[in-house]
């Protein structure tokens, strides 16, 4: 897919839509006390190793593979030369908005708003954790289960169980098979489940790009 939205447009859509809530949580003002806690844990433990603050850069292509594939994602991490950064891919981010918005479902721009701190949360653990860093295929998917069990106990939790808000569709799925695992990182069922999303998935398709 290849977006040819004007780039000012693209930032026009992401200083409204998706900014405000990144740069709540960098500045500790997150609506959400307890998620707020735990990102500042988590950028604490970025800077402390890799001596270096978190960069948020903003890519107006979409990701690809090593092949030069076009990969529909609208984040990552990535720890190049030993700089922490987290990349929004703004046309995929866009993409996301709009299929929600077309859903009609009320109150999208919640939906929205907790994908992107989701996101966010779980790619700073990835940092946080020096994971990617780990380069065989069998780690990577390790990474995700440790992970995604983070995410879903200290961002999808706090907004499902204390908030009472609904995540959107992909997110629900992930947190509803961690709660039938018995929020057990260690599960079986839990290995599984994260084996069959991301065992397809190598590290280098995620930054080969931009």
């Avoid at 859903?103 to 020096?130: A, I, P, Q, Y």
């Avoid at 069990?149 to 959107?168: I, S, W």
Wanted: net charge positive; hydrophobic share 40%.
């Amino acid at each position: 897919m290849i977006d040819h939205t004007p780039l000012g447009q693209l930032k026009d859509f992401w200083d409204k839509e998706g900014m405000p809530y990144i740069l709540s949580i960098l500045d500790g003002r997150y609506r959400v006390p307890e998620i707020q806690t735990y990102a500042t844990h988590l950028l604490g433990e970025v800077q402390a190793r890799y001596s270096f603050q978190l960069q948020v850069t903003l890519s107006t292509t979409n990701s690809k593979d090593r092949a030069g594939k076009n990969i529909v994602l609208p984040f990552g991490a990535s720890a190049s030369q030993g700089r922490p950064t987290i990349t929004f891919f703004v046309p995929a981010v866009r993409t996301l908005f709009r299929e929600l918005r077309q859903k009609k479902l009320e109150g999208f721009r919640g939906r929205f708003e907790r994908m992107l701190v989701t996101g966010f949360c779980h790619e700073l653990d990835h940092l946080s954790r020096g994971m990617l860093e780990r380069p065989t295929a069998s780690q990577f998917v390790d990474d995700e289960r440790i992970a995604n069990a983070a995410t879903c106990q200290n961002v999808m939790r706090v907004f499902v169980e204390v908030c009472g808000e609904e995540l959107d569709k992909a997110d629900m799925k992930v947190y509803a098979k961690w709660v039938a695992c018995g929020r057990n990182a260690e599960s079986q069922q839990w290995r599984d489940f994260i084996a069959s999303t991301y065992g397809t998935i190598s590290r280098g398709a995620w930054f080969a790009s931009s």
